[in-house]
């Protein structure tokens, strides 16, 4: 039996013991809540709390109406944290068919250390939603099992996204162009115009429950700003008739490529530019480098006949010829050490200019091209655009070729005289009539009506530039003598639209073959504007490599007269009679004029060789 002093010792040794057990744990609590407290909470943070970025739509590209032909639309980004999935094999075996992935490649992706691994980037917010009900309901039913709960998956969570949509398909593809997988502008429009397309990414922190964002959690850090809006030129209807009629046209001349575009003279803005063969901008993995070109502004080719017109215009500039001057054309012309002749063989003619232009005549061309002198000639070509980027502004535009006069060769003036010898992309072509039907005033093209931005204020592009070419009465001549090539006497009668007065030219040019550096088959176009006496828009047909019949004025013309005519009565044109008479295209013609007395006629020979 412990006595009373043994006693009294261990109640004191005890009560020490407590003393000293309970002030251990005081000063720890103190430590825990008071010193470490915001290391603990901060470690917590960062096991729960995540930053992620709030991605900013891609501004809309609309018609000058306002028709979306390309838009953001949300997506998801599936993510996963490899370090949460226990069973890789196990979660492909179940998630792969949700996800649209196979087996294998999906447990590539789950197998690892990586807090963060996308699984899929940008699709439609149904995948994950077909994700989630596989998990949940997987979920579901281990977790009835008894230890079942560790056997759930858990790991996978998503982002909020953007993918690009084209609403209109094909239609007008290969100006607006398309974006890359990582959604920024890959051609067309979408590249050009990228800066003002792209938004600004926001960012947020969020609470990791499991893998997923827990509801409510987000805490914004910076808000996400949508890209500007960009508006075009273009109007939807016209591009449509435009592409149907160049894709029609191309297809029945088993042709290598066309190329469409409409312009309004007086302000350069285009309200169609079509191609054919085209794409379709949604089906990314289809599409080839070939197919995003931009034909328009990117291909380059001898003009052939059209490129007529600047000779003509530099030669009545200058008062080296007259609409009723005539020159004796010969079957054969040797100039500059070279053999010429016409599309055709024919009897010696008399023609004037203006039957020149309408014939299409090389010889003639060539003939009234020699009393330019070279660098007159070069300076002419030069402010049409020739040889020089037309500041459209459009991706990957070709400045076409337009060698200095010191590397011209004996040959090189009669053969740029009717056309060859330089090249052009359609849009230089187009904007050389443009300039004469806009009294000799050269506008620079655009395709950019203006932009909206994300609190919907609307900024309108800037004016285009303008250059006086050539005084508005040469101008005005020419239209009238361009009348001529869509009468029955010239080269183009299948151009002519009934009620309207057109005034145009055709061309057919040998085309240069890449591959073996050589002249192998044709460019067919037709160039033409409306109402000839004062052209509100200009329409220009281009079709490359034609195989069978390969003249402009068979071909090419009635793909015009085609848009045109749609052009001109959706704007509701209203005829307008010219106050000018037609010139006389002959010299027989000239002599039987009523007024052939008070015309100045004037016979030109034959260049000498």
Known sequence: ????????????????????????????????????????????????????????????????????????????????????????????????????MPVADLQTLLTGTKRYQVIENAVAPIVWDNLQSVLNSYNTKVEAIRGGLSKRIVGFFSENAYTRSYPTGELAASLVGLTNAANQGAAGIEASMNNVLTGSNGEYDYVNGDGAIIPGSQQFITAAKPGTSVRLTIERDIQWVAQDAISSAVKSAKALSGTVIVMDPKTGAILAQASAPTFNPAARSKITLAQIRNPAVQDVYEPGSTGKVITVAAALEEGSTTPTTVYKIPNTLKAGGRLFHDDKNHKTEMLTTAGVLAVSSNIGAIQIGAAIPNNTFYSYLHKFGIGQSTGSNLPGESAGILHPVADW???????????????????????????????????????????????????????????????????????????????NEGTAPAAEIAGYQVAGKTGTAMRVDSRCGCYRGYTASFIGMAPAAAPKYVVSVVIQNPQGMHFGGEIAAPVFKKVMSFVLQSKQVQPIASTEKAYPLTQAALFKSQKSKALKVATVSAVKP
Request: glycine residues 8%.
């Open 1 to 100: 039996m412990m006595s009373s002093e043994a006693f009294g010792k261990r109640i004191r040794f005890l009560v020490v013991g407590f003393v000293v057990v309970f002030t251990i744990f005081g000063f720890r609590l103190i430590d825990v809540q008071a010193v470490q407290a915001s290391g603990y909470a901060k470690r917590a943070a960062n096991e729960m709390v995540n930053k992620s970025v709030w991605l900013a739509p891609r501004g809309t590209i609309t018609d000058v109406n306002g028709i979306v032909l390309a838009r953001s639309e949300a997506a998801k980004n599936i993510i996963v944290d490899q370090t949460m999935i226990a069973d890789p094999a196990r979660t492909a075996q179940i998630t792969a068919a949700s996800l649209e």
């Open 409 to 487: 060769s004996q040959s090189s003036a009669p053969t740029i005289a009717f056309g060859q010898g330089y090249s052009v992309t359609a849009m230089q072509a187009t904007d050389v009539f443009a300039t004469i039907a806009n009294d000799g005033v050269r506008v620079t093209p655009n395709v950019i009506a203006g932009t909206l931005d994300a609190n919907g204020t609307y900024t309108p592009a800037k004016p285009s530039t303008e250059v006086q070419v050539i005084s508005a009465g040469t101008a005005q001549t020419i239209r009238t003598m361009l009348q001529g090539v869509v009468s």
